[in-house]
Nanobody, 115 residues
Framework: VQLVESGGGLVQPGGSLRLSCAAS????????MSWYRQAPGKERELVAS????????NYADSMKGRFTISRDNAKNTVYLQMNSLKPEDTAVYYC?????????WGQGTQVTVSS
């Protein structure tokens, strides 16, 4: 299994970014996917999750209405569209997969929201 995030960077408050997570090594369309984030000095927290076919999504309360998780099973990729970004969204964002007792994380992509 390999999860490779991309799309992070520096953005001004109120701006937008779209993160991508390219997955390989497993049957992508069969499994739910999630995004987590970890800010400096804080624990890693769930951002959003999406079911295998993309029909059901869940978000942490602080991201509802601003972030959108989606997936393209033909491209083995899960996305996180982030709008109205705030300085408190600054964190390393990780792609997450769980299959049974196995858990995999991507290497993370840094998102910095600052003027």
């Amino acid at each position: 299994v390999q999860l490779v995030e991309s799309g992070g960077g520096l953005v001004q408050p109120g701006g937008s970014l779209r993160l991508s997570c390219a997955a390989s090594g497993f049957t992508f369309s069969s499994y739910a996917m999630s995004w987590y984030r970890q800010a400096p000095g804080k624990e890693r927290e769930l951002v959003a999750s999406i079911t295998s076919a993309g029909g059901i999504t869940n978000y942490a309360d602080s991201m509802k209405g601003r972030f959108t998780i989606s997936r393209d099973n033909a491209k083995n990729t899960v996305y996180l569209q982030m709008n109205s970004l705030k300085p408190e969204d600054t964190a390393v964002y990780y792609c997450y997969l769980r299959i049974g007792l196995g858990v995999w994380w991507g290497q993370g992509t840094q998102v910095t929201v600052s003027s």
